[in-house]
Every structure is written in structure tokens, then in C-alpha cells.
């Protein structure tokens, strides 16, 4: 059965922990520097969609394509984006995409967290076992956020 929450100090700060038994435990949303949640959080979607945003600029290529294009497969695409715009090319319309993407993300991570705690406490009288309240807390909490965002 796992142990009730309890505190602990962390870097100065008071972070809230849940117990799972003797070897396992994790931060709940009490216990998260916000500042840092959403900076590295924001950062590691910006990451991703740097890193991926190339494959969607060459995917909608492929799918705005006429019948008689010269362009009919991934490769050809790639090497005359390289050729007539270069890495640039790769990257046309991004900023655009960040700019919308950004506020939707924070907007996605505050629900998720604010719902997460919610529905936490509302499982709480139910004497579920703490893996178990969580479970249900973050698919409630995935749900809710996947509205706002």
C-alpha cells in the first residue's frame, strides 16, 4: 500500500511528493517551478517541431502536387527544394507556425496541470491506490487539455 504524501526540501524550495512505496516517487504539480515547467516545456516543443518541420514543408509539397508534376516522391521534393531555395526552404512558413504553436502549447500545459491537480482531489475519496488516482487524474486531465488546445 503505498505512504501518504509528505514534503521534502529541494534546491530551496518545498516540493510536494507523492510515495509510492519505499523506492518510488515523483513531483506532483504542487512541487513544479512554473517558470521552468513552461520555458523547458515550450522549448522542447519548439525543439521537436524544428527538427520535424522540414518533413511537413516536403509532405505538403507531395499533396498540393498536380498529376503532372516532375516531383513525385520524397527524394525528388527534398533535392529541388534544395536547389531552388536551399536550406531556407526547408524552413518557409515556421515562423508562423511557432507564433501559433507557442500559445497553444502553454495554453495545452496550464490545463493539463490545473485539470491534473483537480482530478486528482476529486478521486481522492474513492481510497484508490495513488498509481491508480493518478492514472485517472492524467487521462482526465489529457482529455480536458486536448479541448483547450
Known amino acids: ?21 519505499d ?16 520555458v523547458v516545456g515550450a522549448g522542447l516543443f519548439t525543439g521537436f517541431t524544428v527538427g520535424l518541420y522540414p518533413v511537413s514543408v516536403i509532405k505538403t ?4 502536387a498536380s498529376g503532372d508534376a516532375v516531383e513525385r ?7 529541388g527544394l534544395l536547389k531552388t531555395d536551399g536550406i531556407p526552404g526547408l524552413y518557409r512558413g515556421f515562423g508562423t507556425v511557432i507564433t501559433g504553436a507557442v500559445p497553444a502549447r502553454i495554453i495545452f500545459l496550464t490545463a493539463l496541470e490545473t485539470t491534473k491537480v483537480a482530478a486528482f482531489k476529486m478521486v481522492e475519496p474513492f481510497k484508490l491506490s495513488e498509481p ?3 492514472a485517472i487524474a492524467n487521462g ?10
Do not use: C, E, W
Open 1 to 21: 500500500m503505498p505512504k501518504s504524501t509528505g514534503t521534502r526540501k529541494s534546491h530551496g524550495r518545498m516540493a510536494f511528493i507523492v510515495h509510492l512505496g
Open 23 to 38: 523506492t518510488q516517487t515523483y513531483p506532483t504539480a504542487d512541487g513544479l517551478d512554473k517558470t521552468k515547467f513552461y
Open 61 to 64: 509539397r507531395l499533396q498540393v
Open 73 to 79: 516522391n520524397t527524394s525528388s521534393v527534398f533535392k
Open 132 to 134: 491508480t488516482k493518478a
Open 140 to 149: 482526465i486531465a489529457g482529455m480536458t487539455s486536448s479541448l483547450f488546445s
